[in-house]
């Protein structure tokens, strides 16, 4: 089967790059698809993530100019299309733009959106202004008007199902990345969380809630990987709460998994998730999770008080009461990161290809019909 993915640069750290480098890998190596990646601008930069040998990429090239560059991206995608003749095309792409790709192309084969982040993503901060409100259900409209135009609208969890209108909607969860054999000790006085610093994940709570940890238990420290955004003012955040010695910001770094493993603790404080791929990964470690039981995914993902713990969305004081009752009672630690490692076992990678497959397969029979 030929099967053709569809989304812009794959050479980063994000998740959406994490998952199709997993996903394509598997389909690729272990159910014999021959797997073709299409990128957008895809610069000569090495990848971050492995991707198998036996994957095939193509690149369209555009200018930075978005108009200008429309007409060239059009011709490109039909271009590789006519080419390839994939049996089905899958779209990873989160922008505008994918929403309108089998308007664009003309729907050659069989068609499939995969959305990756919940809608919240379009608000950019609190208190949103009239003409931001006007703009995003704009977007929105277009956004539901060319996603009824796929076959199969692919969410990655049950909540995510409440933000789309469409009679196309299935749900799909991300893959698990790795289920070590090794798990934490879950003894070391370290915090971790991951994820880009944005107004999405959230880290400005978690510093005020994380103060409050340390007014309790000084020694504890917390560790956050993923890009650096100056603009988000987090070193100046920390400053002021006077944690700057409690809290520390990493670059993204390839041995992630060595980090979920020297951590006790996973805390997650976002406003808004697609998934939460990083909470699947720490209790694979054996690592209990915090988190805020934000729109959507932590719940479907953390069973409160079995193997983590979710606090309402935005409540300070119960984040912070949570880590706080996780650090003093180092059996529940223990007893949450085993119900974690065993719950996360339903995201195996093979599991979750073989419900992709079923419906690429399905697809191509209703097709050939």
Known sequence: ???????????????????????????????????????????????????????????????????????????????????????????????????????????????????????????????????????????????????????????????????????????????????????????????????????????????QAWKLVAEKHPDWVLDIYGTISKKEGLDELADDLEISDKVYFYEPVKNIAEKYQESSIYVMSSRYEGFGMVLTEAMAYGVPCVSFDCPYGPSDIIADQENGLLVDNGDIKGLSRAIISLIENGKLRILMGQNARKAVQRYFPEKIAKEWDDVFTNLIHKSSK
Request: aromatic residues 10%; contains cysteine; hydrophobic residues 35%.
């Open 1 to 207: 089967m030929k099967l053709l993915y569809i989304t812009n640069r794959i050479s980063g750290p994000g998740g959406l790059e994490r998952v199709l480098s997993i996903k394509a890998s598997y389909l690729a190596d272990h159910l014999g698809y021959e797997v073709h990646i299409l990128t957008l601008n895809q610069k000569e930069d090495a990848l971050f993530y492995d991707f198998s040998p036996n994957i095939q990429y193509h690149n369209i090239n555009t200018t930075n100019n978005s108009i200008r560059s429309f007409p060239g991206y059009v011709k490109g995608l039909k271009k590789v299309v006519k080419k390839i003749q994939p049996d089905v095309i899958s779209v990873c792409d989160d922008g505008l733009k994918g929403f309108f790709v089998p308007l664009l192309i003309g729907k050659p084969c069989p068609m499939i959106y995969e959305r990756h982040v919940s809608k919240n993503v379009e608000i950019k901060r609190g208190n949103p202004s009239l003409q931001s409100k006007i703009s995003t259900a704009i977007k929105y409209r277009l956004m539901n008007f060319g996603g009824a135009r796929y076959d199969h609208f692919v969410v990655l969890t049950q909540g995510n199902l409440k933000e789309w209108k469409l009679k196309n909607l299935k749900v799909i969860p991300n893959p698990l990345s790795f289920y070590p054999e090794e798990q934490s000790t879950l003894d070391k006085k370290k915090v971790l969380a991951v994820g880009k610093q944005s107004f999405q994940k959230g880290y400005d709570r978690l510093l």
